[in-house]
């Protein structure tokens, strides 16, 4: 009962930051995990444990999937390299860097210990950097590298993080060995969350037109992706990505146009949930991680915390330059892919923000190593990824969107005009479909209005393409006004209703397309 009066007061304080993040336009998981630090620090409030194997097991699939299932798997395939690049060398090479630098200046780390730390924070978190470059003016290619990046370095990562694990706790490492296993684990993983999406794809042509079984059906894949893995013992992660990057390429075919809307409506609705929790938990396990840092004074802490939260941002940063400009030495390179300007390269190089799944895997540490001995430095590195995380979100998170004004990047308006040739590709098309189909079939009156639908969707794409867009005031303005008309639409829709000259029915069936006209609209001005 106390576990559930929690979430719920976890829901309402969630909810509440939204909207102010909203208005202040701070990434919603800084402000979350700030205000998790200060509920942490009242006096008296219970101390609330962020349990890894929750995080994992709950919190993870749904989160992976449901990015995985928003990425373009043709725009993956085509960042592959790159993103390659930043989730597996990236973090085996922020490991090292991280580990060098901790066992260098921290004294007593051993080097098995400073490899687990590394581990521990080298990937950096998939939701952290959505909701830090959302709404930014980037590049849709840079979104689909960090989107991509984020999606599979925990596998990396957690691989890693296995390994460092046993190397400390057994006293035993084989790098040929762990190298090996790395292929298989992530290999093995991927095929099965193939298999995975396959299975549930048969599984949704069989009910068609059940918008809930659907919408239901998607909140069972990652778990299943998820579970399924990790019970013979391969990337579970990986499994959920790749269930996910296929199940949203093949959604087009699987799903109504009811269920879409639904399973869109009821994810958002969990993801914000989720994500919203996980940050403010994070928050609140300050009280954690400082148990058992007597040792330690605080001056001494910070300083631990800035010399590896300065290293895992540096070595991101010397990574990404070289790693993306020397492969292009290879003409195969240079002639596929278009070479990227140091500003947005800038971008990802400074999009390094660390998350949840980084301070599971510092709490899932186990207590003793061999011979029942206590695991040394356990807390200490709890205490670091702690640091890492708040540095990360709050510096890089905060200075992203001033970067990038900073560096004048421009949106590429070449996907909108691809889209619009798109549209006036489908609209003359079905035009050419009516005339050649319905002509005979239909009244001259008939087929008028049938095709006066797709004549002025034409008339309006033309009319974009050749005269000057409005002005984003303008846009903005016109918008308000066609909100406002709705709404005036829903008043009377509404007192008709209280008047008894409509039924609740006839109410929900109006209100429901004066909705989809809305939605209509929002999307015209994203």
Same mark, same amino acid.
């Given at each position: 009962?106390?576990?559930?009066?929690?979430?719920?007061?976890?829901?309402?304080?969630?909810?509440?930051?939204?909207?102010?993040?909203?208005?202040?336009?701070?990434?919603?998981?800084?402000?979350?995990?700030?205000?998790?630090?200060?509920?942490?620090?009242?006096?008296?409030?219970?101390?609330?444990?962020?349990?890894?194997?929750?995080?994992?097991?709950?919190?993870?699939?749904?989160?992976?999937?449901?990015?995985?299932?928003?990425?373009?798997?043709?725009?993956?395939?085509?960042?592959?390299?790159?993103? #390659?690049?930043?989730?597996?060398?990236?973090?085996?090479?922020? #490991?090292?860097?991280?580990?060098?630098?901790?066992?260098?200046?921290?004294?007593?780390?051993?080097?098995?210990?400073?490899?687990?730390?590394?581990?521990?924070?080298?990937?950096?978190?998939?939701?952290?950097?959505?909701?830090?470059?959302?709404?930014?003016?980037?590049?849709?290619?840079?979104? #689909?590298?960090?989107?991509?990046?984020?999606?599979?370095?925990?596998?990396?990562?957690?691989?890693?993080?296995?390994?460092?694990?046993?190397?400390?706790?057994?006293?035993?490492?084989?790098?040929?060995?762990?190298?090996?296993?790395?292929?298989?684990?992530?290999?093995?993983?991927?095929?099965?969350?193939?298999?995975?999406?396959?299975?549930?794809?048969?599984?949704?042509?069989?009910?068609?037109?059940?918008?809930?079984?659907?919408?239901?059906?998607?909140?069972?894949?990652?778990?299943?992706?998820?579970?399924?893995?990790?019970?013979?013992?391969?990337?579970?992660?990986?499994?959920?990505?790749?269930?996910?990057?296929?199940?949203?390429?093949?959604?087009?075919?699987?799903?109504?146009?009811?269920?879409?809307?639904?399973?869109?409506?009821?994810?958002?609705?969990?993801?914000?949930?989720?994500?919203?929790?996980?940050?403010?938990?994070?928050?609140?396990?300050?009280?954690?991680?400082?148990?058992?840092?007597?040792?330690?004074?605080?001056?001494?802490?910070?300083?631990?915390?800035?010399?590896?939260?300065?290293?895992?941002?540096?070595?991101?940063?010397?990574?990404?330059?070289?790693?993306?400009?020397?492969?292009?030495?290879?003409?195969?390179?240079?002639?596929?892919?278009?070479?990227?300007?140091?500003?947005?390269?800038?971008?990802?190089?400074?999009?390094?923000?660390?998350?949840?799944?980084?301070?599971?895997?510092?709490?899932?540490?186990?207590?003793?190593?061999?011979?029942?001995?206590?695991?040394?430095?356990?807390?200490?590195?709890?205490?670091?990824?702690?640091?890492?995380?708040?540095?990360?979100?709050?510096?890089?998170?905060?200075?992203?969107?001033?970067?990038?004004?900073?560096?004048?990047?421009?949106?590429?308006?070449?996907?909108?005009?691809?889209?619009?040739?798109?549209?006036?590709?489908?609209?003359?098309?079905?035009?050419?479909?009516?005339?050649?189909?319905?002509?005979?079939?239909?009244?001259?009156?008939?087929?008028?209005?049938?095709?006066?639908?797709?004549?002025?969707?034409?008339?309006?794409?033309?009319?974009?393409?050749?005269?000057?867009?409005?002005?984003?005031?303008?846009?903005?303005?016109?918008?308000?006004?066609?909100?406002?008309?709705?709404?005036?639409?829903?008043?009377?829709?509404?007192?008709?209703?209280?008047?008894?000259?409509?039924?609740?029915?006839?109410?929900?069936?109006?209100?429901?397309?004066?909705?989809?006209?809305?939605?209509?609209?929002?999307?015209?001005?994203?």
């Amino acid at each position: 009962m106390e576990n559930i009066a929690t979430v719920i007061i976890l829901l309402a304080v969630v909810t509440a930051l939204a909207e102010v993040t909203d208005r202040i336009k701070v990434p919603y998981p800084i402000l979350l995990v700030l205000a998790g630090i200060a509920i942490s620090l009242v006096p008296g409030l219970p101390v609330i444990t962020l349990n890894p194997e929750v995080v994992f097991l709950v919190f993870l699939p749904p989160i992976l999937y449901a990015a995985a299932w928003t990425t373009s798997l043709a725009e993956f395939k085509a960042a592959r390299r790159s993103i #390659t690049l930043l989730a597996t060398g990236c973090v085996i090479f922020t #490991t090292c860097a991280v580990a060098w630098v901790a066992h260098i200046f921290i004294p007593d780390l051993s080097w098995p210990e400073a490899f687990v730390l590394g581990a521990i924070i080298s990937p950096p978190d998939a939701v952290a950097a959505a909701a830090a470059t959302k709404g930014l003016a980037i590049p849709k290619r840079v979104t #689909t590298i960090l989107e991509g990046e984020s999606l599979v370095n925990d596998a990396t990562g957690l691989i890693a993080y296995k390994y460092a694990v046993a190397a400390v706790v057994t006293g035993v490492f084989n790098v040929w060995e762990a190298g090996l296993q790395f292929f298989v684990v992530a290999g093995v993983g991927i095929v099965l969350g193939l298999l995975v999406g396959l299975v549930f794809k048969w599984i949704h042509k069989l009910t068609p037109d059940n918008p809930t079984t659907d919408t239901t059906l998607t909140f069972l894949a990652p778990f299943v992706a998820y579970l399924s893995a990790e019970s013979i013992h391969v990337s579970g992660v990986l499994a959920v990505v790749v269930c996910g990057l296929y199940l949203g390429r093949q959604s087009s075919k699987i799903f109504s146009q009811q269920g879409r809307l639904q399973a869109y409506g009821v994810w958002d609705t969990v993801i914000f949930m989720l994500n919203g929790i996980i940050f403010i938990l994070i928050g609140l396990q300050l009280r954690v991680v400082m148990e058992g840092m007597e040792e330690h004074s605080f001056g001494t802490l910070l300083w631990y915390g800035a010399i590896v939260s300065v290293a895992v941002i540096l070595g991101r940063i010397i990574w990404v330059y070289p790693g993306t400009y020397i492969p292009r030495i290879i003409k195969r390179i240079r002639t596929t892919e278009p070479k990227p300007s140091m500003k947005t390269v800038t971008v990802v190089a400074w999009s390094g923000m660390r998350g949840v799944v980084s301070l599971a895997a510092a709490l899932a540490l186990p207590l003793t190593t061999m011979g029942d001995e206590p695991f040394h430095n356990r807390n200490l590195i709890i205490f670091l990824t702690f640091c890492v995380i708040l540095s990360t979100l709050v510096l890089q998170g905060l200075t992203l969107r001033p970067l990038i004004n900073w560096l004048g990047i421009e949106v590429d308006n070449a996907e909108h005009e691809r889209e619009q040739q798109a549209r006036l590709r489908i609209a003359s098309s079905v035009i050419e479909h009516i005339e050649e189909n319905y002509s005979l079939a239909l009244s001259d009156e008939v087929l008028n209005q049938i095709k006066t639908k797709y004549e002025i969707r034409i008339q309006r794409i033309r009319k974009d393409q050749t005269q000057q867009r409005l002005a984003e005031q303008e846009i903005n303005e016109f918008h308000r006004i066609q909100k406002e008309l709705l709404n005036r639409e829903r008043e009377l829709t509404l007192s008709l209703r209280d008047q008894g000259k409509i039924s609740d029915e006839a109410l929900r069936k109006i209100e429901y397309e004066l909705d989809l006209e809305e939605t209509r609209l929002i999307l015209e001005q994203a």
